[in-house]
């Protein structure tokens, strides 16, 4: 005899947008777990993960479109698999969505199922939240250290005279943050978070912090050049997004930021020779137009990012991909100097504000998507620009010594 345990929510959103939030990838990632990889038919793969190395691996059983979906669900501690049922209704304005989770019969297996109504009941509040209004509240009830990250690897950490290889090292340290404020800095590598190592993989960062809210203060523990600090942070609370909803409106506002970075970055270049503008600061480090050629390499996947989205699924990958060598030096190649290499990236941007004044409606009802579509634009992508142009700065400086 089986137990079944039951979650309801109520979802003010379609039929279709709750049905495609349980058998598309990139959607499945928005509210549930951190990596999916779908195949939406009977006998199809669900594999979902999440960091701290957690996972579900299962198929699809059943799916009625805009119905039903029925999925096997088995973790790496589980030692068989159970069944999840997810029934859809349409009531007044959205849905009603039903989830039941069926385990086998034993003590053991009753205390696993009170568990998994427990996370259900959370996880279809963030399905609500999403589709509703666009917030995934684990990001945005998540606290803020208020920092943009960079490469490292053990040639970087020789280069900069740290003893250690493994970390997360800082582009940025954003004035009136946690980590700013906490004293952390451009280049400082942070190793320890809350007693937890900090790796190369970013995902050790997340995994510190989760069960923090702003006002919480950590441990942290950095290296500065050779030097190791321990200091207290006090995490920032999280602001919600000011995104306009329209999307002319959004594109007006990215193309603004662009013009901003245009200029900084060609008055960087104002004056430099192409000798200079390709001498490497330091054994490791990228010069002016390797950095260029990055930046041209995000724009560049960005375009690609925004077709994933407006498709509903996204390119498999087991890492983060980008900053190969060969690649940066080829784009350098291929570009008759620095001047030619800007002018790409004016390219580039021309094509990402047309195409965000280009977004379909019904993208913009997708809201958690829209939503990550201008987040990412006018907060994240826009500053990793800026930030690489004090890298430049930084470059030329040290080519004119």
């Not at 684990?138 to 020789?158: C, H, N, T, V, W």
């Amino acid at each position: 005899m089986t137990t079944t345990v039951r979650s309801q929510k109520f979802v003010r959103a379609t039929l279709e947008q709750v049905y495609l939030s349980f058998t598309r990838s990139l959607l499945l990632r928005q509210w549930l777990c951190d990596f999916a990889t779908v195949t939406p038919r009977p006998g199809g793969r669900m594999y979902l993960w999440w960091n701290g190395d957690f996972y579900s691996a299962g198929e699809y059983l059943a799916l009625e479109e805009n119905k039903l979906v029925q999925f096997s669900w088995r973790s790496r501690s589980e030692p068989d698999a159970s069944t999840v049922l997810v029934i859809l209704e349409a009531v007044n304005d959205g849905t009603q969505v039903t989830l039941e989770h069926s385990v086998p019969d034993g003590k053991e297996w009753e205390k696993r199922a009170a568990g998994f109504k427990a996370e259900w009941d959370a996880t279809l509040l963030n399905l609500a939240s999403v589709l509703e209004t666009g917030l995934d509240k684990r990001i945005y009830d998540r606290p803020m250290l208020g920092i943009q990250i960079s490469d490292f690897s053990a040639e970087i950490a020789k280069a900069s005279g740290i003893p250690v290889s493994e970390g997360v090292r800082l582009a940025e340290a954003a004035e009136g943050m946690g980590a700013h404020a906490a004293g952390l800095r451009q280049d400082d590598v942070i190793v320890s978070l809350d007693g937890k190592t900090i790796s190369n993989d970013f995902g050790t960062l997340a995994l510190a912090l989760q069960g923090k809210k702003g006002g919480d203060k950590v441990d942290v523990v950095f290296y500065r050049g050779a030097e190791k600090h321990a200091v207290l942070m006090e995490l920032t609370r999280r602001p919600l997004p000011n995104i306009p909803w329209e999307p002319s409106e959004l594109a007006r506002q990215v193309r603004a930021k662009y013009d901003q970075a245009f200029t900084e970055l060609e008055a960087a270049f104002s004056g430099v020779s192409e000798n200079e503008a390709g001498q490497c600061p330091a054994p490791g480090e990228w010069n002016a137009k390797q950095t260029l050629a990055h930046l041209i390499h995000t724009e560049r996947n960005w375009l690609a990012n925004i077709d994933d989205l407006l498709g509903g699924y996204e390119r498999n990958a087991d890492d983060f991909g980008g900053n190969i060598s060969a690649h940066i030096d080829a784009t350098v190649t291929a570009f008759n100097g620095a001047s030619g290499m800007i002018n790409e990236m004016k390219r580039l941007a021309d094509e990402v504000v047309a195409y965000l004044e280009n977004l379909p409606a019904d993208f913009v009802q997708r809201k958690g998507d829209y939503l990550h579509v201008g987040s990412v634009m006018l907060n994240g992508m826009l500053p990793h620009t800026q930030s690489h142009i004090e890298q430049i700065r930084a470059a030329i400086a040290a080519a004119k010594k």
